[in-house]
T-cell receptor, first 114, second 112 residues
Framework: DAKTTQPPSMDCAEGRAANLPCNHSTISGNEYVYWYRQIHSQGPQYIIHGLKNNETNEMASLIITEDRKSSTLILPHATLRDTAVYYC???????????????FGGGTRLMVKP | DADVTQTPRNRITKTGKRIMLECSQT?????MYWYRQDPGLGLRLIYY???????NKGEISDGYSVSRQAQAKFSLSLESAIPNQTALYFC???????????FGDGTRLSIL
């Protein structure tokens, strides 16, 4: 499984777009990029995932570079409730099945400020 | 995620007691998982189940057991609790291969 690197913390003004980067330079061809977040003491919450095309859903957009070595999660209009730790995870689908995807690292602590 | 419900939400108990944490889901998923999370660490997998008859150990299964009573229910037991099992416990479900997991809100367990 590819290792990921994320900045430990970021601030964002309420109402602005939050852009969270993730570096995964050793990603292999079949590995997907997944983003989860965890609000204090709550369960991890799935946000979005992608293979190589950019993806968008009701929560966020995922931009994956053409070489797939990095990606950016975009929260278009951050709110105070988006304050959380955001985790970027790179895994093969079959390893997700075995449940071992969530031995993730430190993530990025996003603080949305009024 | 209200589709995955964990009970109790909080529990304080003593060393040596038997404890059961319960998880139920309304998502219709076959795959269910139990994790623990310790302060400053990521999630570690305790047990997982692909269906009612298929249960597998995760990386830290010692001291724990599970029961998959039905597709919708997956229970975690600590037969004789010890203080280093104090943690936040999460249940998760998954649908098709490659799809993301969906988590409950966790059970905060303290063992004195």
């Amino acid at each position: 499984d590819a290792k990921t690197t994320q900045p430990p913390s970021m601030d964002c003004a309420e109402g602005r777009a939050a852009n969270l980067p993730c570096n995964h330079s050793t990603i292999s061809g079949n590995e997907y990029v997944y983003w989860y977040r965890q609000i204090h003491s709550q369960g991890p919450q799935y946000i979005i995932h992608g293979l190589k095309n950019n993806e968008t859903n009701e929560m966020a957009s995922l931009i994956i570079t053409e070489d797939r070595k990095s990606s950016t999660l975009i929260l278009p209009h951050a709110t105070l409730r988006d304050t959380a730790v955001y985790y970027c995870i790179v895994r093969l689908p079959r390893s997700l099945n075995a449940g071992n995807m969530l031995t993730f690292g430190g993530g990025t602590r996003l603080m949305v400020k009024p | 995620d209200a589709d995955v419900t964990q009970t109790p939400r909080n529990r304080i108990t003593k060393t040596g007691k038997r404890i059961m944490l319960e998880c139920s889901q309304t998502k219709g998923h076959d795959r269910m998982y139990w994790y623990r999370q310790d302060p400053g660490l990521g999630l570690r997998l305790i047990y997982y189940s692909f269906d009612v008859k298929d249960i597998n150990k995760g990386e830290i299964s010692d001291g724990y057991s599970v029961s998959r009573q039905a597709q919708a229910k997956f229970s975690l037991s600590l037969e004789s609790a010890i203080p280093n099992q104090t943690a936040l416990y999460f249940c998760a479900t998954r649908g098709r291969l490659g799809q993301p997991q969906h988590f409950g809100d966790g059970t905060r367990l303290s063992i004195l």
